[in-house]
């Protein structure tokens, strides 16, 4: 059974900086392309970027490009990186894992295509 745990999120003022954590357990988890997502009030839940299984290659939303990083390690853990935050970033972020392994494409947008989900952290930034 795979458990994705979400940590590092909190307050913090525009501009600032926070770095979000994504602990996995359960199956091979470098085999697995991983995601974060964010939901804001009122609003869909929304793709934030993605890192694929061997770390080679990542995938960002336009509204985060060039402030977010995302990376992963050898371990089981999925890091966000988020620098020059704004009021808009405001949202509960979620990790989640792809369905398949060994994934090669670039549909990292998809949530459908993820079966694993964590259950978020806040955050949220004030202005």
């Known amino acids: 059974q795979v458990q994705l745990v979400e940590s590092g999120g909190g307050l913090v003022q525009a501009g600032g900086s926070l770095r979000l954590s994504c602990a996995a357990s359960?199956?091979?988890?470098?085999?697995?392309?991983m995601g974060w997502f964010r939901q804001a009030p009122g609003k869909e839940r929304e793709f934030v970027a993605a890192?694929?299984?061997?770390?080679?290659?990542t995938f960002y939303a336009d509204s985060v490009k060039g402030r977010f990083t995302v990376s992963r390690d050898n371990a089981k853990n999925m890091y966000l990186q988020m620098n020059s935050l704004k009021p808009e970033d405001t949202a509960v972020y979620y990790c989640?894992?792809?369905?398949?392994?060994?994934?090669?494409?670039?549909?990292?947008?998809?949530?459908?295509?993820?079966?694993?989900w964590g259950q978020g952290t806040q955050v949220t930034v004030s202005s």
């Open positions: 890192i694929s299984w061997r770390g080679d290659s």
């Open positions: 359960g199956r091979t988890f470098s085999l697995y392309g």
């Open positions: 989640a894992q792809r369905s398949g392994a060994y994934y090669r494409g670039s549909d990292y947008y998809t949530q459908s295509d993820y079966t694993y």
